[in-house]
């Protein structure tokens, strides 16, 4: 195969270092002229550019020394290649580099018209994630967890105050007996309980209050004297874990005949059992919540992976590392779990506010019965602070997650 | 003048520097080296057969061959995108069947790649296209602005920095592409079919400034089946046709 024709009679004789410099920057589109708009190089093609030139055999190192001082054509530094194999570059070519890098030390001064402020666009396209169903996704999983955990504080809170209502109250009960006085017994009895160590107070329920107390279950309009109705001394304690309730019970049972104590300790345990079952339900339910986020979120990952193919190997290609494609995945969902953390936040707090405003009482028994039992709905700060946690563990859960999909997925594809 | 045939032949050493050929070179000096690789796709038939081939520092090669030939395989395989079946593929002196993956990115890294539809992101301008693999390496922009800028406007794409892909020509999409893959200074730029989707001016055009780039250090392999343009640079060629090489120097 014959192609060397660089001594072909019939071509054009070498060109002048000078008409080389021109040409070869024309056959690569740019002219050195300067136009008279800020000095800015004007690109243009050639109109026709001859290939064969001689500049070829004068410039490959299979085919002749580099004898021709084509280095002597501005090129910039960025292409310039720095391989320890390379050989070392003629003293006139490393003057020509250092020229061309004080010439863009030069440039990087100068103010340039059209030079890009930012390379920092997003390198996965925002629109390929699937984002706004994903913040959809988010924002109602979100809200939805924000409402179990304000639930959670408001029934926690309710809650520990029953019991601490339950526990701040003992009575002791005097029941009738055959033979013995009852004024005398409830008389010893409050005397005893005045006298035991962290009583506040203790107040005998009178007969027409005691008569009161049973009407719900008996009806109005009985005479009560004749049946054996249990008396009542209310103890109010100032601190229920400084009083001796043991000391209490073995007095009264021991000097007043046919009395009991009753501190309430079994409605406590079923006020403790049920507050600690809904902080668990609760807690479950959350938990479930985040993992089918998280789940969503899986999904979301590996769909915008499939979508976002091209980009991931043109990252493999240029040498990005599974870490640095990771990262642009991850930075896209932590906006994404931000984003649709917050609304669902924002959503649930409003519900919070709204629900604490139509709970207050306003004099009805309807009110009057929620507030009894919740103590209005006032998820308080634990609530607030709960929310802003689920908010921000939601954004992370969804970083970490999409981070972790990417990672896996693309170690799967080795 | 068929120099040399790489198609069969024992085994070449896998490790170590020995006496190349005429010119004298040390083989452990190549950039890439092929020895006896095989590349079958499943149960299919081998796609290559025994290639046996090596990149020198500051060589240039067209690769070339008729359809279906398997250059396109020969490219993955040469930059890492495929394993082979059998034989050993030595990429700046690493085995990449012992390459492991958090090794690839530092050698691909060393290694520019033209692909024929460009691979352009559509999303982000030429500049940004362009300066990529920079930011890919963590590189601060205000670090690597002036470079690719300067990098654009030698390839003549100066005036179209901010302007997205799609709206590129073919030829525009071309030269973006190649600044892309010279603006981490690679010794090593393969390209395929890099003028394949431009008229054979700017085809020419192309071509010197591989040229050009050769001559500044980086080693080039161009793929192509088109004639014309081998005609007009005399280069080393590596034939493939039925999956084997030729190597005419």
């Known amino acids: 195969m014959a192609r060397d024709d660089r001594h072909d009679p019939t071509r054009p004789p070498p060109p002048s270092p000078r008409d080389l410099r021109a040409s070869l920057s024309s056959s690569i589109g740019i002219s050195q002229g300067r136009s008279g708009r800020g000095g800015r190089v004007e690109p243009h093609f050639a109109p026709e550019f001859d290939a064969a030139a001689p500049v070829e055999a004068a410039t490959h190192p299979f085919i002749a020394p580099s004898d021709v001082p084509l280095a002597t054509v501005e090129v910039p530094a960025a292409v310039v290649v720095e391989a320890s194999g390379a050989p070392a570059p003629s003293p006139r070519r490393s003057a020509t580099r250092r020229k061309g890098a004080e010439k863009a030390g030069r440039r990087k001064e100068r103010p340039r018209t059209g030079t890009p402020e930012t390379g920092g666009r997003d390198i996965v396209p925002p629109q390929a994630v699937a984002g706004r169903a994903l913040v959809l996704v988010v924002a109602i999983m979100g809200f939805l967890a924000c409402l179990a955990v304000g639930g959670l504080a408001l029934v926690s809170e309710a809650a520990r105050d029953w019991q601490l209502d339950v526990s701040r109250e003992v009575t002791i009960q005097v029941k009738p007996v055959d033979g013995v006085a009852m004024e005398p017994r409830l008389k010893r009895a409050t005397e005893i309980a005045q006298s035991t160590p962290g009583v506040r107070s203790a107040r005998l329920v009178g007969e027409s209050e005691g008569e009161k107390l049973l009407e719900p279950w008996l009806g109005s309009g009985l005479d009560l004297a004749s049946l054996p109705i249990p008396r009542l001394v209310v103890i109010d304690l100032a601190d229920p874990a400084a009083a001796d309730l043991t000391a209490l019970k073995a007095r009264i049972s021991a000097e007043v005949h046919g009395a009991s104590v ?20 609760g807690v479950a339910v959350v938990v479930l919540m985040l993992t089918a986020m998280v789940l969503s979120v899986v999904f979301a990952t590996r769909a915008a992976m499939a979508g976002n193919r091209d980009v991931i190997e043109v990252l493999h290609f240029v040498g990005a590392e599974d870490r640095f494609i990771a990262g642009e995945f991850q930075r896209h969902f932590l906006k994404l779990g931000l984003i649709g953390g917050a609304i669902g936040g924002v959503a649930a707090i409003l519900v919070f506010v709204v629900a604490d405003f139509a709970t207050r009482t306003r004099g009805d028994a309807l009110s ?16 607030h602070l709960g929310t802003v946690a689920v908010v921000a563990a939601v954004a992370v859960l969804t970083a970490v997650t999409s981070r972790r999909t990417v990672l896996g997925h693309l170690g799967r594809l080795d | ?75 993955r395989l040469l930059f890492m995108s495929l394993k082979p079946t059998r034989g050993l593929i030595s990429v700046f002196g690493h085995d990449t069947a012992r390459v492991t993956r958090a090794q690839l990115p530092a050698l691909r890294r060393r290694i520019g790649v033209v692909f024929q539809d460009f691979r352009l992101l559509d999303h982000l301008t030429t500049y940004e296209n362009v300066a990529l693999p920079l930011r890919v390496l963590g590189k601060a922009e205000s670090g690597y602005r002036a470079d690719v800028v300067d990098l654009l406007e030698w390839v003549g794409l100066g005036e179209r920095m901010h302007v997205l892909p799609p709206v590129l020509s073919g030829g525009e999409k071309q030269r ?20 394949g989707n431009v008229d054979p001016p700017l085809a020419r055009r192309l071509l010197r400034l591989f040229v050009e780039l050769n001559r500044l250090g980086t080693s080039v392999l161009i793929a192509t089946h088109d004639l014309a343009l081998m005609e007009q640079f005399d280069a080393r060629r590596i034939v ?3 999956g084997r090489v030729r190597i005419y120097e």
């Open chain 2, 176 to 195: 973006a592409a190649i600044a892309r893959a010279l603006i981490t200074k690679p010794e090593i730029l393969l390209a395929d079919e890099p003028t």
């Open chain 1, 368 to 383: 009057d019965q929620a507030h009894a039992l919740f103590g209005g709905f006032s998820v308080g700060w634990s609530g």
């Open chain 2, 1 to 75: 003048m068929v120099v040399e045939e790489h198609a069969l032949g024992p085994p070449a050493p896998s490790r170590g520097r020995r006496r190349g050929g005429a010119d004298g070179r040390e083989r452990g000096d190549d950039l890439i080296r092929f020895e006896n690789v095989g590349l079958r796709y499943g149960m299919g038939a081998e796609v290559l057969r025994d290639v046996s081939l090596e990149i020198a520092p500051r060589s240039f090669q067209f690769l070339t061959g008729p359809s279906g030939a398997g250059k396109t395989t020969l490219m």
């Open chain 2, 240 to 242: 493939l046709a039925e």
């Open chain 1, 262 to 281: 009753d501190d309430h300790s079994i409605w406590a345990a079923r006020l403790r059992t049920m507050a600690g079952t809904a902080v668990v339900a």
